[in-house]
């Protein structure tokens, strides 16, 4: 088992909002709030979106079957395409959805077996839905309650869990206001998505007060990207694209076969824009002290990304209206940080290039995250440098933060697995195509179920609410 | 590694560019599709006054004022800061090779190279986006003639790659058998979407790749920027709607920094969640002018989520790394520059093959890439493969050896 002497600090890990966050929204914005941004446990999986029914990915998220709550420890992706391919008891479905996305001290087992000692804590569905929130009062209502709850969740275990604010883009002023307020209590990171929903692309001039006022608080803005296209099918309504993700879920979803999941590149191609987008423009010249991550979207493509910004910077040298001295590689690998996960052989390879510029995120509890016990260890294979390794996987996001980096977990634990976990046998059996075709799977099982879902159920399901 | 009399290697170069003249659109293109050719794909070049492009019933925007061609812009000798240098408010002269293949030999001999695989520029960049099929199968012929013509300067070192009117799947069948009946070896597929619903991996175009397999052409998967591209067609036109918007301007076109990058990725993306490679065992393919850093990271993404990706319709293999290097017959171009690269040259020097991008202004000369691949450490055997033997194994023809090479 696998066994670490420094504090591995998680840089971007999740919770999945629960029903009472809504009681956090303050009593004389509820009505208001109920027509712009709502959910009910009974109505699942439908919520209330600008007034309209809309099916939310929330529920499923709450459960287990749609990945927001899923992985835990033991519950690899592999093990879960085991899962998904069974029909499962209630019980089952239970274990598999991991309290600790909504419960702090639940998650905090869930941290000791997975060799986390500290973890910032990011939000899922608002982080998914507020952009889209078309009332700037309303949205202003939902991310101070997300952000009260979410603070609420990190103090039930101080030192171990710290909350990222969001914040409310429609209308600046109450961006601005609600990071000075994060800020007073402590929080450390805002977290901004860099997509165009309602025009909203945060480059924009309306947007220079909050990005001088996130300078001037010190906090680090973390560019935190998301899926796009099959999480949130509303979309802009006036037809445009907001994500680049969404040409990556449109191959799947105009063919009638299964679907091509964005979340396989639109993280990246959100960061890929922004990144672009902040190093060519000179924006990291506009706010010097400003301290920006990337959350969410893996580092591999980074290092390409900047070249091509440099090569661009260099042709366009008379054209360009940045006339900063720095190159756009330069200003990102001094300004900023970027996060990274398990399955990053490139990054493993260029341990030299990322050792002071990565943070380590496990994306935990969403479907596709690791645990550190896996990062080490590839970490290890790829024979990454002790010393770099603890620069990644620990001091370099708690130096940005300002956090004391703190050891509670030292060596990897046996997991207590029920009689009905998948043997590593049947792990590796499932690996073959067949075992997961559609034609095979039990009706009942969540395999079975995903595509109905995703062809019946959030196609054309928009309605008024009555 | 094979090389010249001076000790230089031989380097095959799979992505080159044209600057297309205008008798394409005035000699080569039939009379008969001519005044219609003017509504859906027309360029002009007049003195004074620059290139104009009509696409659609409408003239293309310039997006900024830069007269620069920058398609052809480079040379040999030239660096990337003595084009940052250029006055954007003269126009200069595209270089001679551009258009000629005579000059374009001897900007080959200067910069090293044996043979290259030569791109359309406006055709790729406008023309997948023209709405009509019979003209635009018409103008794929033209074209297609006037390549194999600016190729015959000499057939062994100047390979052409065809033109598909992939608006129609029908036209662009026969225009691949055309093509391989011409002595054509490559042919140019955009990766985008056709009217909003067709990507590569549509059903739709299933015929067309069973049809480049039996043909035994090469599928070369060469994105463009897409500045003016319409919405939902390819990533360029959000990356230049988003920088437009920007308190900072950035003042030049966003889309062929990154665009690229994203249209090759979604398009390797959508084939391996379809088991496009398993299905298409002989397909020759090669993805282009896009870097190859990417596809590390791009694969292992595949993999995962094809790991938790259930119910599907096909059987898919989800170890995608095996899919993809285990294939045999795909290359991905690569940039000498490429730190990525550069750390895993056991990786890339599998499938990687280069591409000058000549003339565009982000041309390198091969003698500058195999230095850059030199003072980066990269073995000899490994830059022997990613400079030559690749591309030529894709190709599936010997690639000329100049008098007195060594083998």
């Known amino acids: 088992m696998q066994q670490k002497d420094f504090a591995v600090f998680d840089c971007d890990a999740h919770v999945v909002e629960p029903a009472e966050t809504w009681d956090y929204v303050a009593a004389a914005d509820r009505d208001l709030v109920r027509q712009y941004y709502w959910e009910d446990a009974d109505s699942a999986p439908f919520g209330i979106l600008n007034g309209r029914r809309t099916a939310f990915v929330t529920p499923g998220y709450r459960t287990a079957g749609m990945g927001g709550s899923v992985r835990g420890p033991g519950l690899s992706p592999a093990v879960q395409r085991v899962l998904y391919s069974r029909n499962l008891t209630p019980e089952q479905w239970d274990y598999m959805d991991h309290r600790g996305a909504r419960d702090p001290l639940a998650r905090v087992v869930d941290m000791d077996l997975m060799g986390i000692d500290q973890v910032l804590v990011i939000p899922t569905m608002v982080n998914n839905y507020l952009y889209f929130i078309e009332n700037a009062h309303a949205a202003r209502a939902v991310a101070r309650a997300v952000n009260d709850w979410i603070y609420d969740y990190c103090q039930a275990v101080p030192g171990r869990m710290f909350p990222c604010a969001v914040l409310p883009v429609q209308y600046p002023a109450f961006a601005v206001e609600e990071a000075r307020r994060v800020a007073e209590k402590g929080f450390r990171v805002v977290a901004l998505r860099p997509i165009d929903a309602q025009g909203l692309y945060p480059n924009q001039t309306a947007f220079d007060g909050l990005w001088s006022t996130i300078e001037a608080l010190g906090l680090v803005v973390g560019m935190h990207t998301f899926p796009a296209g099959e999480t949130i099918l509303a979309g802009n309504r006036d037809g445009r694209q907001y994500s680049p993700g969404e040409l990556v879920w449109l191959q799947g979803s105009t063919t009638d076969d299964h679907m091509v999941t964005s979340q396989t590149a639109s993280f990246i191609y959100e960061a890929m824009a922004w990144v672009a987008y902040a190093t060519l423009s000179g924006f990291l010249d506009q ?6 991550t990337v959350f969410e979207s893996n580092a591999g493509w980074l290092p390409a990304v900047l070249e091509q910004c440099d090569h661009a910077y260099r042709l366009y040298r008379n054209l360009r209206q940045h006339k900063g001295s ?74 940005l933060y300002g956090i004391e980096p703190r050891l509670f977990v030292t060596e990897e634990a046996e997991l207590n697995l029920p009689d009905w976990f998948p043997t590593p046998a049947e792990v590796e059996a499932a690996r073959a195509p067949e075992h997961v075709l559609l034609a095979n799977v039990p009706p009942g099982s969540f395999a079975s179920l995903q595509a109905q879902l995703l062809q019946g159920l959030f196609l054309g399901v928009e309605g008024e609410v009555h | 590694m094979a090389t010249t009399p001076d000790s230089s290697p031989l380097v095959l170069d799979f992505d080159s560019h044209v600057l297309e003249p205008d008798e394409i659109w005035t000699d080569y293109l039939e009379e008969r599709f001519q005044a219609a050719a003017r509504d ?30 920058r398609a052809g812009s480079w040379r040999p000798g030239r660096s990337w800061d003595e084009t940052g240098a250029l006055d954007p408010r003269a126009a200069a002269v595209p270089c001679a090779g551009a258009r000629d293949g005579r000059a374009r030999l001897a900007d080959l001999d200067a910069a090293g190279i044996a043979a290259q695989v030569v791109f359309p520029t406006y055709f790729g960049e406008y023309f997948f986006v023209a709405r009509n099929p019979g003209v635009a199968e018409a103008l794929a012929r033209a074209y297609n003639r006037w390549i194999v013509d600016f190729c015959s300067a000499d057939p062994a070192r100047l390979l052409p790659a065809a033109v598909l009117p992939l608006q129609s799947v029908n036209a662009s069948i026969r225009e691949a058998r055309r093509a391989a009946e011409a002595g054509i070896r490559v042919v140019t597929l955009r990766p985008m979407y056709f009217e909003r619903t067709r990507f590569l991996n549509h059903p739709y175009f299933d015929p067309l790749w069973t049809e480049l397999e039996r043909l035994d052409l090469v599928a070369a998967v060469h994105p463009y920027p897409g500045s003016t591209n319409p919405d939902w067609s390819s990533h360029g036109p959000f990356l230049e709607r988003v920088a437009g918007k920007g308190a900072l301007p950035i003042g030049h076109a966003i889309a062929e920094v990154v665009a690229p990058i994203m249209d090759a990725s979604t398009f390797l993306i959508g084939q391996l969640f379809y088991a496009f490679l398993d299905r298409h065992p002989s397909l020759r393919m090669v993805i282009l002018h896009s870097k190859a850093s990417w596809l590390p990271l791009i694969l292992e993404k595949i993999e995962g989520y094809l790991t938790i990706t259930v119910g599907t319709t096909i059987p898919v293999r989800i170890d995608a790394e095996e899919v993809f290097y285990g294939h045999g017959s795909i290359g991905i171009g690569f940039d000498a520059d490429e730190q990525v690269l550069h750390a895993m040259p056991d990786l890339f020097s599998r499938v990687a093959v280069w591409g000058s991008r000549y003339p565009n202004h982000d041309a390198m000369a091969a003698g500058e890439a195999v230095e850059r691949l030199r003072a980066a450490k990269v073995p000899e055997e490994a830059i022997s493969d990613l400079m030559h033997h690749n591309g030529a194994r894709l190709l599936g023809v010997g690639v000329p050896t100049p008098a007195g090479s060594r083998p």
């Not at chain 2, 002009?44 to 293309?60: D, K």
């Open chain 1, 326 to 399: 720095r190159l756009p590689s330069e200003a990102f690998l001094q300004q900023c940080k970027i996060s990274f996960e398990a399955d990053e052989g490139a990054v493993f390879s260029m341990h030299e290039y990322f050792g002071d510029v990565a943070i380590w995120a496990s994306d935990v509890y969403h479907h596709d995250a690791a645990d550190a016990w896996e990062v080490i260890r590839k970490m290890d294979k790829a024979g990454v440098p002790y010393e770099t390794k603890v620069k990644m996987l620990s001091t370099n996001a708690c130096q």
């Open chain 2, 40 to 69: 859906v794909f027309w360029k002009e070049e007049a003195p004074g006054c620059g290139t104009e492009i009509v696409l659609n019933g409408a003239v293309v925007p310039r997006h900024r004022p830069d007269w620069i061609d």
């Open chain 1, 287 to 292: 706010y010097p002290n400003l301290r920006m």
